[in-house]
């Protein structure tokens, strides 16, 4: 199963809008997008912690509601979508990797797992492990993924796949040839394949979070 990065992304599709969710779907691919909760606790689709490389803005999401972040986002003509917009256009056929960026209280972690319940191929993953454990708190059965990056060790990231709850893990490519992690039994998705290339060499054996190539 190959993922795509962030929706697809070109001239007429930016990053993490709905328009780029819909458009790989219709290519018959689910999506990895990132999550932020706004000031009025409103789950968006946005990678950054503020606005300021997409919009220029220097403001915190967490310190905006939803209305003053869409205000501006559309004025920009890249609206950024609700998850619970991103939850109804998937149609529940489509995998959602939903990375969460900032660490989130268990009250907004209930609130996550309440608002995707009837969304049974979301599966959460964070690079910040202390959302995901607290999610498998809160609920043991929750499809959870750990995220990688160097210079993480290969010792830590075969200590922390073997927790049985854990459903895959989320790795940088800097970690597709070794034997070690290949190894590992969990399942394993790398990320960000960026050409053709990268995508043809590695696609048959790996499961990949990719870019519009």
């Given at each position: 199963?190959?993922?795509i990065?962030?929706?697809i992304?070109?001239?007429?599709?930016?990053?993490?809008?709905?328009?780029s969710?819909?458009?790989?779907?219709?290519?018959?691919?689910?999506?990895?997008?990132?999550i932020?909760?706004?000031?009025?606790?409103?789950?968006?689709?946005?990678?950054?912690?503020?606005?300021n490389?997409?919009?220029?803005?220097?403001?915190?999401?967490?310190?905006?509601?939803?209305s003053?972040?869409?205000?501006?986002s559309?004025q920009?003509?890249?609206?950024?979508?609700?998850?619970?917009?991103?939850?109804?256009?998937?149609?529940?056929?489509?995998?959602?990797?939903?990375e969460?960026?900032?660490?989130?209280?268990?009250?907004?972690?209930?609130?996550?797992?309440?608002?995707?319940?009837?969304?049974?191929?979301?599966?959460?993953?964070?690079?910040?492990?202390?959302?995901?454990?607290?999610?498998?708190?809160?609920?043991?059965?929750?499809?959870?993924?750990?995220?990688?990056?160097?210079?993480?060790?290969?010792?830590?990231?075969?200590?922390?796949?073997n927790?049985?709850?854990?459903?895959?893990?989320?790795?940088?490519?800097?970690?597709?040839?070794?034997k070690?992690?290949?190894d590992?039994k969990?399942?394993?998705?790398?990320?960000?394949?960026k050409?053709?290339?990268?995508?043809n060499?590695?696609?048959?054996?790996?499961s990949?979070?990719?870019?519009?190539l």
């Open positions: 199963m190959h993922l990065h962030r929706g992304v070109n001239k007429l599709h930016k990053e993490n809008l709905l328009k969710f819909n458009k790989s779907f219709k290519k018959g691919y689910g999506v990895e997008t990132d932020h909760i706004t000031k009025d606790h409103e789950f968006i689709c946005f990678h950054d912690f503020t606005l490389r997409i919009f220029r803005k220097k403001e915190s999401v967490r310190n905006m509601k939803y003053q972040i869409k205000k501006i559309t920009y003509k890249k609206p950024i979508p609700l998850l619970k917009d991103l939850l109804k256009a998937s149609k529940k056929k489509f995998p959602l990797f939903i969460i960026k900032p660490i989130f209280s268990k009250k907004i972690l209930k609130k996550l797992l309440k608002e995707t319940s009837k969304f049974s191929k979301c599966v959460f993953i964070s690079f910040k492990h202390e959302n995901i454990y607290n999610l498998l708190k809160i609920k043991d059965n929750t499809k959870v993924g750990l995220s990688f990056s160097p210079p993480t060790s290969i010792k830590t990231i075969i200590k922390k796949s927790n049985k709850k854990i459903d895959c893990i989320i790795l940088d490519k800097f970690f597709i040839k070794n070690n992690v290949q590992l969990i399942k394993k998705f790398y990320y960000t394949i050409t053709k290339s990268e995508f060499r590695y696609s048959k054996n790996n990949l979070i990719f870019e519009n």
